[in-house]
């Protein structure tokens, strides 16, 4: 086994999805421990695995410079996502699903369509890698956390930094 990154329940708690060194996520039976699938396709280290609001979907992050959406069902990669030209850290879902937010060593965040796979801002400003990225509950906000030593809040809407 290599080294894992993270893990998490599925939000009805009967899966957990891992992210490993090797570049790979898994995901898990959480009552048995048995693998369910294994979500190939990242060609480095995956750095965070997550699960959409609906468990239908899983995000990795890597250090390939992608983040992937797979689906759960069929352990599918669905959309490559490759607009960031350092590493992705961290990257999750919306409340409603419909939109993801990654983090990177490129010292931006990105927001994506989820059905699309269209990056449809970039939030430009962090004077070092952004670690780490979240919506508010409504998705009007997104928050920010950089090498930089600060926290942002954005307009998810404008891009621009309030």
Avoid: Q, Y
Wanted: aromatic share 4%; net charge neutral; proline share 2%.
């Amino acid at each position: 086994a290599s080294h894992l990154h993270s893990a998490v329940f599925s939000p009805d708690g009967t899966l957990v999805l891992t992210a490993s060194r090797d570049g790979t996520a898994r995901v898990w039976n959480a009552a048995s421990g048995e693998i369910k699938s294994v979500l190939r396709g990242h060609r480095d280290s995956v750095r965070s695995a997550v699960f959409a609001p609906n468990g239908l979907l899983a995000l990795t992050a890597s250090a390939d410079r992608t983040a992937r959406i797979w689906s759960i069902l069929s352990g599918e990669c669905l959309r490559v996502l490759e607009e960031h030209a350092g590493i992705v850290i961290s990257a999750t879902f919306s409340s409603d699903g419909n939109s993801l937010l990654t983090a990177s060593a490129d010292r931006t965040a990105k927001i994506w369509r989820v059905e699309s796979g269209e990056c449809v801002r970039a939030l430009e400003g962090h004077a070092g890698i952004v670690i780490s990225a979240a919506f508010s509950p409504d998705g009007s906000l997104a928050l920010t956390t950089s090498a930089d030593r600060t926290a942002r809040i954005w307009s998810t809407m404008s891009g621009t930094c309030i």
